[in-house]
């Protein structure tokens, strides 16, 4: 049985849609990275950048969600777009990875959890969620998914992240993304994307932001007290 190491971040989230999707039977295995569980050896050796999520698949590991995305959609034969627009897929889903998740994350990171004054990264990483959030909502303007006429693995790639908006961008964010709201509640109507947020009551994760949690999740901290 495939094996789905997950937290309740929004890249294992977005696998754990695809995967009850797509009726693929798993194993769900949390990795607690407040605990710091991330770091252990058993787990790094699956992955050696030590995040979630990562799939074992018998002899096949993949680690990166949209690596995994597209993997499973190719293995499956499952949410892929048709081949006329497979250009799209990888743009946007590349767009996804390469914008949507790393500006949305540093603009989270720099808004609650660093240390100290930051108003300099503060404005960088909002400014830019915010254009990358814009440009996804421009192109659900005229059109009901991402890709073509029908949900793929882009609107997964998608929900992952739109799951944390309001905390990234503040709790009004969503008036001004209007088209990209429609199709988050569109993913949430899904019987799927309702089992996969169900995922949080199958085990608990650590909640505390603790010194542990802080050793564990920001370990380019330790080096200021060198």
């Not at 950048?49 to 993949?62: F, H, L, M, S």
């Amino acid at each position: 049985m495939l094996k789905f190491y997950y937290s309740l971040a929004p890249n294992p989230m977005k696998v754990a849609l695809f995967l009850e999707e797509s009726g693929l039977s798993y194993e769900a295995i949390p990795v607690d990275t407040r605990k710091g569980e991330q770091h252990a050896e058993a787990f790094t050796a699956i992955n050696p950048n030590a995040k979630v999520p990562v799939i074992v698949d018998g002899e096949t590991t993949v680690f990166d969600s949209n690596a995994i995305l597209l993997y499973l959609a190719e293995k499956t034969g499952q949410f892929l777009s048709a081949p006329a627009e497979r250009g799209a897929m990888l743009s946007w889903l590349m767009f996804v990875a390469s914008g949507i998740g790393p500006f949305t994350g540093q603009c989270v990171h720099f808004r609650h959890f660093a240390l100290g004054p930051n108003a300099y990264a503060v404005n960088r990483y909002d400014f830019e969620a915010w254009r990358h959030w814009k440009i996804l909502d421009a192109r659900l303007a005229d059109r009901r998914w991402m890709v073509g006429d029908s949900y793929s693995l882009v609107d997964m790639a998608v929900w992952g992240w739109a799951r944390a908006v309001s905390f990234a961008l503040g709790e009004d964010a969503w008036s001004q993304l209007p088209h990209l709201k429609r199709l988050f509640d569109a993913v949430n109507e899904r019987p799927a994307a309702q089992r996969a947020a169900a995922l949080k009551d199958r085990h608990s994760f650590k909640t505390e932001l603790d010194d542990e949690a802080k050793r564990a999740m920001f370990p380019q901290n330790e080096r200021l007290k060198a």
